[in-house]
Antibody, heavy 125, light 110 residues
């Protein structure tokens, strides 16, 4: 079946970096994008950006520009999200999700499915 | 403060019909498709509705979505206890050049 399996829990100190992995299986990895979304404790969902494994093109949320890098390794069907200069408010569960697209007449639409199980990143001194 | 506005909570009794609203603007819902995600307690989100009103395979037809202008709605008929979850709307925002989510609605089945 189609699934995304993420790396395990991380504990980092302020100022450090974290790199979360997301291994895809059950579909053609280069046919779909990979989106990253985070969720702070007790809070809602926040879109961080996405990457096309086909050509490496990325689109980052303005909030994370300069601090985040998304990459893929097509040989292992794995996507990575690195976040640098960590702060305490970066403490969150980080999710990857497969990004698919479709066309409805002239309109293009996108969806996220499935999602990984999430990776808890705790930033604390 | 989320770009899309949802009520923080909703409730209903088993068998009832409930509706969750999602309000946006011309740069997001007004010009792009809306998706809905369900997040059960302690789990990651799951796609519930895409392209305003389409259900992925496996999603019961008790769940339906609609959109009008800059607002969207998720309707759940025949409420069941397993529908207790957080529900999020999402859409692309042309001004922000990114996906925006609602703040989430916690549905309680009494």
């Amino acid at each position: 079946q189609i699934q995304l399996v993420q790396s395990g829990t991380e504990v980092k100190k302020p100022g450090a970096s974290v790199k979360v992995s997301c291994k895809a299986s059950g579909y053609s990895f280069t046919t779909y994008g990979v989106t990253w979304v985070r969720q702070a404790p007790g809070q809602g969902l926040e879109w961080m950006g996405w990457i096309s494994p086909y050509n490496g093109n990325t689109n980052y949320a303005q909030k994370f520009q300069g601090r985040v890098t998304m990459t893929t390794d097509t040989s292992t069907s794995t996507a990575y999200m690195e976040l640098r200069s960590l702060r305490s408010d970066d403490t969150a569960v980080y999710y990857c999700a497969r990004r698919g697209t479709g066309r409805d007449g002239y309109n293009l639409y996108a969806w996220l499915d499935p999602w990984g199980q999430g990776t808890l990143v705790t930033v604390s001194s | 403060q989320s770009v899309l506005t949802q009520p923080p909570s909703a409730s209903g009794t088993p068998g009832q019909r409930d509706t969750i609203s999602c309000s946006g603007s011309s740069s997001n819902i007004g010009s792009n498709a809306v998706n809905w995600y369900q997040q059960l307690p302690g789990t990651g989100p799951k796609l519930l509705i895409y392209n305003n009103n389409q259900r992925p395979s496996g999603v019961p037809d008790r769940f339906s979505g609609s959109k009008s202008g800059t607002s969207a709605s998720l309707a759940i008929s025949g409420l069941q206890s397993e529908d207790e979850a957080d529900y999020y709307c999402a859409a692309w925002d042309d001004s922000l050049n990114g996906v925006v989510f609602g703040g989430g609605t916690k549905l309680t089945v009494l």
